[in-house]
């Protein structure tokens, strides 16, 4: 196992889950029998997350983008999100977990909407992590609503456009009050953000692995951590000597 230094592990970690597809295509199956498999690495970073003190943990499950898949992957999908939220959440509730939900949720079927406000709503007093879930997620989407509620909160509630800041930006993001990630995982070799956390990313480190995502586990979720702790994080500073 790797050896990580306790004073420096990264306080939110972002993670675009990626490559179930091929992961499945490469052994002869469907698409679909990859997303499963996915579920089972979810469970295992989560669980590596709240051993080594990781406070926030955000994955990438579904962009506004992925609708344009075909259906019958689609609607596999959200079924399979339904049925996660709905085995997992009394463990998760159990093990400190708090759940939140990021992302367009309103335009979500009506038995989506009710396992998500369901498990944000049980776990809501938990502490030890706080698992936050992109679904049905882009940073251009929610980077548009945060313009929207600003501008209402010119023309109704007396805001003054020189009083607008980075801060009047962040508190307008679905992810208000969330710490900004420290490092973005993804896997699958692919190196592009696909529309993930815009704003929020601008000074995280980056880790890109080849690993598919169903292949994904507790060590190379430390590994990742690993490599983060070998970085410099200037800031546009200059290195510490
Ligand atoms: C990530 O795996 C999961 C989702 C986007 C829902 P993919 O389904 O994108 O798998 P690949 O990239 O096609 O292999
Ligand atoms: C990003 O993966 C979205 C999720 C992991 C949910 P995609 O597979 O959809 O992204 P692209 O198409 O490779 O950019
Ligand atoms: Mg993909």
Redo the contacts with the bound molecule.
Sequence with gaps: MVNLDPENIPRHVAVI???????AQERGED?VY??IN?VESMRKVIRAAVDCGVEYLTVY???TE?WGRPEQEVTA?MELLCKTIANETNELKQNGVRMRFIGDIQALSKEVRAAISKSEKETFQNRKLTLIIAVNYSARWEITQMVRKVAVQVRDEGLQIHDITADTVAANLVTAGIPDPDLLIRT?G?LRLSNFLLWQLSYSELYFTDI??PDFDEEAFYQAIHEYQQRDRRYGLLAKK
């Design positions: 889950m990626d490559g179930n597809g091929r992961w698409r990859g997303h996915g499950a579904f962009s992925n999908l699958s692919e598919y995502w």
